[in-house]
T-cell receptor
């Protein structure tokens, strides 16, 4: 049973550029959530996608956008990169409506903005 | 502002001892509670979930929940050096099955 996968593993971008990160959920999962984890901090919720729609959004600017595809995979796009966007970006998958709501994380994408 | 508080540590325990990790949360509407383990440079791994008041045991791990006190804890019995990691407490945001609110994590070090 394949777990959550993310690509790429590492990415280095220049300030002002745009980046796209990708995620495939665990088999049988229909919901994808994205988190940002800065060094020494806990993950912070960016947004959640279900049925190809943004279901919930955290306190992140519009520079952060996403998409979910019919096969449940998802993308996170960040425009006009800032130095402060350097972080580990985590994708988590889950099943909406499950009695026990658990989110499983992928390995993450380490983004460095120079 | 919904918050989850954890002692940042480091918490140092000898091998074979019980490690006790604690967490408090502010959202009284939260219904789901999780503990994740995160090794340095890796992503968080779900190790325990708890939804009802009381204790839940899984192997060497016991999660404890007290909703009245808004308190969650994780006990690790017979601690091993391989348990050395950062432990993240996460709380579900109300009943929305949406975002998880994380604490900053407690760094645990188990000394041989």
């Amino acid at each position: 049973d394949a777990g959550v996968t993310q690509s790429p593993t590492h990415l280095i971008k220049t300030r002002g550029q745009q980046v796209t990160l990708r995620c495939s959920p665990k088999s049988g999962h229909d919901t994808v959530s994205w988190y940002q984890q800065a060094l020494g901090q806990g993950p912070q919720f960016i947004f959640q996608y279900y049925e190809e729609e943004e279901r919930q959004r955290g306190n992140f600017p519009d520079r952060f956008s996403g998409h979910q595809f019919p096969n449940y995979s998802s993308e996170l796009n960040v425009n006009a990169l800032l130095l402060g966007d350097s972080a580990l970006y985590l994708c988590a998958s889950s099943v909406l409506g499950a009695s026990h709501y658990e989110q499983y994380f992928g390995p993450g994408t380490r983004l460095t903005v120079t | 502002q919904k918050e989850v508080e954890q002692n940042s540590g480091p918490l140092s325990v000898p091998e074979g001892a019980i490690a006790s990790l604690n967490c408090t949360y502010s959202d009284r509407g939260s219904q789901s509670f999780f503990w994740y383990r995160q090794y340095s440079g890796k992503s968080p791994e779900l190790i325990m979930s708890i939804y009802s008041n009381g204790d839940k045991e899984d192997g060497r791990f016991t999660a404890q929940l007290n909703k009245a006190s808004q308190y969650v804890s994780l006990l690790i019995r017979d601690s091993q050096p391989s348990d050395s990691a950062t432990y993240l407490c996460a709380v579900g945001d109300g009943g929305s099955q949406g975002n998880l609110i994380f604490g900053k994590g407690t760094k645990l070090s188990v000394k041989p």
